[in-house]
């Protein structure tokens, strides 16, 4: 009897779920498609306004360039006018990145990352681009992908249902992780179509999609040679695939009336940043410099060394030494020895002897217990070094017990090696900057390329960045621009 209720009660259910699926499918006014919604308009602004500080404090924040910034508004919303939701608030970011990305949130969001500018060689491409992006809002892929998600969940859920749970609580709480999510190839190459509808209504030269994309597909067979300081995980939000390469090719006409505005674009990034930017500390011949707090400390030539957002993490190659830097604010002026029993406790601190590092005054501890870090146990040794404005620069070395003997006198190397700036290390420091020159007669691919400030693969990131097909000692036309990286 209770089978013969419960049969019912899920009939019920797989009911209610149908009528739900008829219920919210509507007609997209990009795609002309029927698609399944369950998110309200309302709802995806709401999410887009949520997450959008989100992202500029996990992307490195926006570029503070306001000339550059009001040329990809303007550029945006001439795009965005021309697209089926003219009149929604659009929003154009600039994000601090030096990674090749750009993305949407729902709302009219679009973000491009200081890398992707560096890649575009004319205003056309990055119309391609900021089209691709405005589709993804038009189509309302993100509230789609939220219904298919919901909706699929039912089957699974059918026995939390029985027992009293909603079938859809929140619906708009997808949160960063959801809405940054990898959309589908057929909603990729669909949002290829739409941008190109766009740029096409914009009056921009259609083929900037497929000659960025392409560059793009050849950027990333170059960063498999180098340490990917250039090309980033744009391909976790956007599939790398050659169709969309071809398909964006194959819709678009020849036509001379298009709009490149070429040397507009390179004069709108004429000295922009490339690379990591000084605000967020800057890494050289394995030598950390931070400009604006000045300091820099110096790692050994095997260590790899990776400047996160809140820490810089050094390491040798089987990390049997991690070295972690990071500040404290001790606004509450404790001596360094207080602050250190108030994060690590009292019990825990082992020993503790007073130093001076850089004229800084400083103490060092190790703890008698032992540590986890990414499933491998380390002793830990701490050093807080008193700086300015109440900061505390704090290195945690971790090593490998039973190498700590080893590699002890190196970790306690590069924590003493911290000091603020020399004259010269303030200009070695320096952020690198995008350069717009002309050529001169006789100038080679070859030859340009040297002048790069790049350690690897100068050619070919030339060659690539300038959009380039000649070989190496071939001549380049006279009076072409060119973007040059530069210290």
Not at 37 to 47: A, R
Not at 365 to 381: H, L, Q
Not at 470 to 476: H, R
Request: overall charge positive.
């Amino acid at each position: 009897m209770a089978n013969k209720y419960i049969n019912k009660f899920l009939f019920y259910i797989l009911l209610f779920a149908q009528l739900l699926i008829v219920t919210c499918c509507a007609k997209n006014i990009a795609t002309g498609e029927r698609q399944l919604v369950i998110l309200s308009t309302e709802e995806e602004n709401n999410i887009g306004a949520r997450e959008h500080p989100n992202i500029i404090r996990s992307f490195g924040g926006i570029y503070n360039n306001e000339a550059l910034k009001n040329y990809i508004s303007n550029l945006g919303n001439k795009i965005a006018s021309n697209s089926e939701m003219p009149n929604i608030r659009w929003t154009f970011t600039i994000l601090d990145n030096p990674l090749v990305n750009a993305f949407a949130l729902p709302g009219g969001y679009i973000y491009v990352t200081r890398g992707l500018l560096s890649l575009a060689n004319d205003e056309a491409e990055i119309a391609s681009v900021i089209g691709h992006e405005i589709a993804h809002v038009t189509a309302r892929h993100t509230a789609q992908r939220h219904a298919k998600s919901t909706l699929s969940s039912v089957g699974l859920d059918l026995l939390n249902i029985v027992v009293g749970q909603p079938l859809l609580t929140n619906v708009a709480n997808i949160g960063l992780q959801g809405v940054m999510s990898a959309f589908s190839r057929s909603e990729e190459l669909e949002a290829d179509k739409l941008g190109i509808r766009y740029i096409i209504k914009s009056k921009y030269d259609p083929g900037g999609s497929y000659r960025f994309l392409n560059r793009l597909n050849e950027l990333t067979k170059v960063s498999a040679k180098t340490d990917r300081d250039i090309i980033s995980s744009i391909f976790a939000t956007h599939p790398k695939t050659i169709d969309r390469i071809k398909a964006s090719k194959s819709s678009v006409k020849n036509n001379e009336d298009f709009i490149k505005n070429r040397k507009i674009y390179l004069d709108a990034i004429d000295g922009m940043i490339y690379g990591d930017n000084s605000q967020h500390g800057i890494i050289k011949d394995n030598q950390f410099y931070h400009l604006e707090l000045n300091f820099s400390f110096l790692t050994p030539k095997n260590y790899k060394i990776i400047n996160n957002k809140n820490n810089v993490i050094a390491f040798n190659k089987n990390k049997e030494v991690v070295i972690i830097f990071d500040g404290l604010l001790n606004e509450e002026e404790l001596s360094l020895l207080e602050l250190a029993e108030s994060y690590y406790l009292r019990s825990n601190i082992n020993s503790y002897k007073k130093i001076i590092i850089d004229n800084k005054t400083s103490i060092v501890f190790e703890e008698n217990k032992i540590i986890k870090y990414e499933g491998n146990e380390y002793v830990r040794k701490t050093y807080l070094i008193n700086w300015s404005n109440n900061r505390v620069w704090r290195f945690s070395l971790l090593l490998k017990p039973q190498s700590k003997m080893e590699y002890i006198g190196e970790a306690d190397k590069i924590a003493k090696s911290i000091h603020e700036l020399s004259e010269e290390e303030k200009i070695i420091g320096r952020p690198k900057f995008i350069s717009i020159l002309k050529t001169k007669k006789g100038d080679t691919p070859l030859l340009l390329s040297k002048r790069m400030a790049l350690d690897k693969n100068q050619l070919e990131i030339f060659l690539i960045m300038n959009g380039l097909t000649l070989e190496s000692n071939d001549q380049i036309a006279e009076g072409t621009l060119i973007k040059m990286i530069i210290n």
